[in-house]
């Protein structure tokens, strides 16, 4: 078999080219020697000489992973490019290796690839006598079929323009769960007024909250065929973007058969038409007028097109829409897909497809036995129960699963009222939500949850296996992971929403404790401590409670407990607050409020302390020179003014040496005054100031592996009986502030000291042997203080 060689040394090039930044993951040079490489490869100018292949892949691969550091979260998602995605990547070359052919040969080849893959992909879908639009961005094959519509509708509008559309004004019907935007995209595009569009709400008496109100559709487009209007055409859901619902197609159908209108249909759903059992919601869009498929994420494909199966008979005006294109090299957007097919085939797609279906009905059946979770379908039956068996079939059938904590079932299952819960409870359950997603996200990276935002639910976790799995590689075992993780949380997240109230009241009792109110937060909540002086001024006053806020903040994290304390989120209002994060069942309230509240208490007290003491040494320094004048003063009139003289006085001093009466003085800076240094020199030792006191700490208090703000047996083994949050805190301040202590006075027959004598040296008398008197001696030697030089009598009983 003859192979072309280019064709062989680009299939080799990419192998290597993919190996290079593939190995980019996993690089073993260090992260600063990369960042390094990154920072000197990027150039100002071209460089003259050019560079080589495998330098250039280099710098794309340094500039692919630069910004990954080591404190930044592991959790991101990289797809994972298999042999498949290498087939796509390969397409793309060789599109562009094709497009320099001869013309004769080009117009052969591209259309075998374009009629294969529109063969293939219409049989796959159950699409028949279809046609393909392959475009890059998935919103344009619906803006093609528009202008296909447009012109099939108005006879004259090649010639005349939009002025035909002055006659009977067209318009566009989409479900208020449509993507966001979409609508306004096609009016901008078009040309088309606002007024252009109408958004049809979803049911709200009977049916899914996530479905087109079909009774409300009709008596919208009556509406507007009684005003003049022309309805063009319908955008239904096979797969909400939001909550993966599909809309009644069939009866959506048979509406635009009764009005003419053109109905397409877009969603996840419809990747389900490739299985052999396929769902009777689904199953009514094959008959529809067009749909759009998006292949790269169903498949796991990077870089390929999107795919819009029209039925349409006039090929001139596909033509003048832009559906098809007389530019051969437009052509060849299909050749990415027309490789990548050809190497799964069919029963790799269907495998693919069928694989994140089972991961969807594998955690929805799980998802059902927790108490404190609902999924959609749960959700929705709340509302609308008349169709609730059509609605499970869609669910079960639909790769989609979304789930929510929710603290009512929590709540009924303990008996606790549901309703009145506390104000905010939807704010609060929504911040709990977009939490338990994150962390999800962050222990299941596999799982590829992400969080969604619904007009009537809240915020909720979506599982979308088919837009995710076959990039990240999901299997089962990480939906059992899943599911693991959840049930970890939950406890986590009903004890956070449970002591929420019980933190807020004993956050009351103190006055010097603010609650700061943000329902965004998803913890315990947020406080502030306000000093107790009244009269400081407004600017002085926030300065201070910054201060007292951020020292605070820093101390509650150095303490040994479960807690998260931080600032908050990033770009909240709220500032110059603490934020405590999670709590677990555990947990003491009234004793990390008042743990707070000391902490605070005595970070306010220090700084007070502080002030006051640079007022008290100001003075002192005063009183010290003022002092030290008279002194001097004294000491001239006691020595005389012939000693004064340099030569005269040291003659005198030597034949008549005079002892002066003035004393040293020693600043002592803690109480702030001038003290004599005659005990110094009297004891020959410095003495006076107590020590400084040691940084309180509750180490003291608890016995080893012990966390702060567990209440008592809560905790199982682990567990410790604690003082209480009263005790603890006065405890806390006299460890800061001790009081000084009287030293306890020696008896004066275990030691009698004798004044030094030069004449008469006392030796000490030897003890008898016993074990008191040992015992005393021992003491005595521990008591006499270094340097002394007078002996020491011991006398026993």
Not at 528 to 533: L, S
Not at 591 to 602: F, N, P
Request: hydrophobic share 35%; proline share 6%.
């Amino acid at each position: 078999m003859m192979v072309d060689p280019t064709l062989a040394e680009m299939g080799k090039n990419l192998n290597e080219a993919m190996k290079i930044l593939e190995d980019g993951r996993n690089a073993s040079e260090p992260d600063a020697d990369r960042r390094q490489f990154s920072r000197s490869s990027i150039p100002g100018p071209l460089q003259g000489d050019g560079q080589d292949v495998a330098s250039i892949l280099q710098l794309v691969q340094n500039l692919m992973h630069d910004d990954e550091e080591e404190d930044k979260p592991s959790h991101r998602r990289m797809q994972n490019v298999g042999e498949q995605g290498h087939m796509a990547l390969l397409g793309h070359s060789l599109a562009a290796y094709i497009s320099v052919l001869d013309r004769e040969r080009l117009r052969k080849l591209i259309t075998r690839i374009a009629s294969d893959t529109t063969l293939w992909l219409c049989r796959l879908f159950r699409y028949e006598s279809g046609s393909a639009y392959y475009h890059e961005d998935d919103r344009e094959g619906l803006l093609k079929v528009c202008r296909l519509v447009i012109n099939t509708r108005y006879e004259d509008y090649s010639t005349e323009g939009y002025t035909v559309l002055n006659s009977r004004q067209p318009v566009i019907y989409q479900s208020a769960t449509c993507r966001p935007g979409l609508g306004q995209h096609l009016c901008s595009q078009l040309a088309l007024p606002l007024s252009s569009l109408c958004t049809v709400p979803c049911n709200t008496m009977f049916g899914s909250q996530h479905q087109m109100d079909i009774a409300l559709l009709d008596k919208l487009i009556r509406e507007d065929v009684e005003t003049g209007k022309l309805p063009l055409l319908l955008i239904a859901n096979a797969g909400t973007p939001g909550a993966g619902h599909t809309d009644k197609l069939g009866r959506l159908k048979e509406l635009c058969e009764q009005y003419g209108m053109w109905l397409h249909i877009e969603g996840v759903n419809l990747a389900t038409l490739a299985l052999w059992e396929v769902s009777s919601p689904v199953t009514a869009a094959t008959r529809s007028d067009s749909m759009t498929l998006t292949l790269g994420p169903w498949l796991g494909l990077p870089a390929v097109p999107a795919v819009t199966l029209y039925r349409h008979e006039d090929p001139a005006l596909s033509l003048a829409a832009g559906l098809t294109s007389s530019q051969p090299v437009e052509k060849l957007r299909a050749l990415p897909l027309w490789l990548s097919l050809q190497y799964l085939g069919q029963d790799g797609i269907v495998e693919k497809i069928r694989h994140a279906v089972e991961l969807s009905q594998q955690l929805l059946e799980k998802l059902k036995t927790l108490a404190s979770i609902k999924t959609s379908d749960e959700l929705d039956s709340e509302i609308s129960f008349v169709d609730a068996l059509t609605m499970v079939e869609d669910e079960l059938n639909s790769p989609v699963v979304v789930f929510r904590f929710s603290q009512e079932t929590s709540a009924e299952s303990s008996g606790a009222s549901v309703e009145g819960y506390f104000a905010g409870e939807r704010e609060v359950l929504d911040s709990l939500n977009r939490w338990l997603c994150e962390r999800l996200a962050q222990m299941v990276p596999a799982s590829g949850v992400d969080i969604v935002e619904l007009e009537d639910e809240g915020t909720c976790v979506r599982f979308t296996p088919l837009m995710t799995a076959a990039a990240l590689g999901t299997q089962r075992c990480d939906v059992d992971l899943l599911v693991e993780r959840l049930i970890e949380l939950i406890p986590v997240l009903n004890c956070t929403l449970r002591l929420r109230l019980d933190f807020r009241e004993e956050v009351y009792r103190h006055s010097a404790l603010s609650y700061i109110e943000d329902l965004s937060w998803p913890g315990l909540g947020a406080i502030r401590y306000e000093p107790r002086v009244e009269e400081l001024t407004d600017t002085k006053r926030k300065l201070e409670v910054e201060k007292i806020n951020s020292e605070l903040l820093v101390k509650l994290g150095e303490l040994d407990a479960d807690l998260i304390f931080s600032t908050g989120l990033e770009f909240g209002p709220e500032k110059d607050c603490i934020f405590i994060g999670m709590a677990t069942e555990d947990l003491d309230v009234a004793e990390l409020v008042d743990t707070i509240a000391a902490l605070g208490r005595d970070i306010e007290e220090n700084g007070r302390l502080l002030e006051n003491m640079t007022e008290v040494v100001r003075k002192g320094i005063q009183e010290a020179e003022l002092q030290l004048q008279k002194d001097n003063q004294d000491k001239l009139m006691e020595e005389g003014v012939l000693r004064q003289i340099p030569l005269v006085g040291s003659v005198l001093n030597w034949f008549s040496p005079f002892q002066s009466t003035v004393k040293g003085r020693t600043f002592n800076l803690a109480a702030g005054s001038l003290d004599s240094t005659e005990p110094t020199y009297s004891m020959k030792a410095q003495t006076g100031g107590l020590a400084s006191p040691e940084t309180p700490t509750s180490s003291a208090k608890r016995l080893p592996g012990q966390r702060l703000f567990r209440r008592e047996g809560a905790g199982g083994s682990d567990s410790y009986s604690e003082t209480s949050s009263v005790g603890q805190a006065e405890d806390f301040s006299r460890e800061r502030f001790p009081q000084p202590t009287t030293p306890s006075p020696v008896p004066d027959e275990a030691v009698s000291v004798v004044p030094e004598s030069p004449e008469t040296p006392q030796v000490p008398a030897e003890p008898e042997p016993t074990q008191e008197n040992c015992e005393v001696g021992t003491q005595e030697e521990e008591r006499q203080p270094d340097g002394q030089d007078a002996p020491v009598e011991e006398t026993g009983r």
